[in-house]
């Protein structure tokens, strides 16, 4: 601000600056070419520009004939965020490589309706690493995992298409879920039976 009142006084004319001496009482005289000059050094106002990120569309989600093609397509690429997809896969491959894609995906769901419910942390890492949730996790800290292990790529695009929301879960809404053999304290109602994994909400 400083710098542009010292721009105006530095360009302004003789007979301006024989004006600013005047008495304070006396009538001040501008003539048109002078209240001309004056409007030019006024600053142009421009329109807000909105960033763009709030004004584009949001992304459409994939859409799969199966399950299986959306797994295939989410093998390759990277994803927007690689803390929560470290967590994410590496909870779906400790918890249920071997099952089905489809139980593999309910696990991952799990995460996702976790940290959405309130209930819990509020991310998904933060879920995965919660005290007493998640047998496989030490002190709140995950296990290294091979990355070109078979079956943590498998978990990892099963991530990515939950991260995606590419396809929806098998077991919806769930919250909880265990081996058949083992029961599970309090009231809560089932929500599926996939592979060896029974869910919950």
Known sequence: MTFALGGLISTST???AAEIDRPALAPMTINAADNASARTLVPSVFPTLVPEILTAPKPVPATFSS??????????GEAGNE?????????????????????????????LNRARSGRFASDVCGVVKQRGQFSFV????????DAVNRMYRTAEAV????????????????LFFNGRKV????????????GNHIFYR
């Open 83 to 111: 803390e929560a997809l470290r967590c994410l896969a590496t909870t779906v491959y400790f918890e249920s490589k071997g099952e089905p894609l489809a139980g593999q995906l309910a696990v991952a769901h799990v995460v």
């Open 67 to 76: 399950l299986d093609a959306a797994v295939a397509a989410h093998a390759v």
């Open 159 to 174: 991530a990515k298409v939950a991260l995606a929301s590419s396809w929806k879960s098998p077991a919806p809404n769930a």
């Open 14 to 16: 003789i007979t301006n």
């Open 183 to 194: 029961g599970l304290p309090g009231r809560l109602t089932k929500v599926a039976l996939i």
């Open 138 to 145: 030490r002190r709140g800290v995950l296990p290294a995992v």
